[in-house]
């Protein structure tokens, strides 16, 4: 059984930095493409970053230079480091692996605020 579990995700401030995790089990790790995506309360889910089997990355223009996305096939893991955070970047983030099929995470709370 596949199963996705983000973590890091909560409360900061403007221009502050957070970390989100995603920890894969059940599944060949190492053979899928990466992704975060997020979703603000009445907004579109949006492709925030993307990391290849091949470790090359990708990101949106709206998080390009604030963002790094990273992963450890050895491991199974994945994060987001997030610096310089704005309110408009609060959103539930979710982990996901492509490839034959997709799998995603249930999300993690991310608040941006004063």
């Known amino acids: 059984q596949v ?3 983000e973590s ?3 409360l ?3 221009g502050g ?4 995790s995603c920890a894969a089990s059940g599944i060949s790790f190492s053979l899928y493409a990466m992704a975060w995506h997020r ?3 009445g907004k579109q889910r949006e492709l925030v970053a993307t990391i290849t089997s091949s470790f090359i990355p990708n990101y949106a223009d709206s998080v390009k230079g604030r963002f790094t996305i990273s ?3 050895a491991k199974k893991t994945g994060n987001l480091q ?3 955070l704005k309110p408009e970047d609060t959103a539930v983030y979710y982990c996901t692996l492509n490839w034959l ?3 995603w995470g249930p999300g993690t709370q991310v608040t941006v605020s004063s």
């Open 3 to 5: 199963q996705l579990v």
């Open 82 to 84: 997030m610096n310089n």
């Open 12 to 14: 900061v401030q403007p």
């Open 17 to 20: 930095s957070l970390t989100l």
């Open 8 to 10: 890091g995700g909560g």
């Open 101 to 103: 099929s997709d799998y």
């Open 71 to 73: 992963r450890d096939n």
């Open 39 to 41: 979703q603000a309360p």
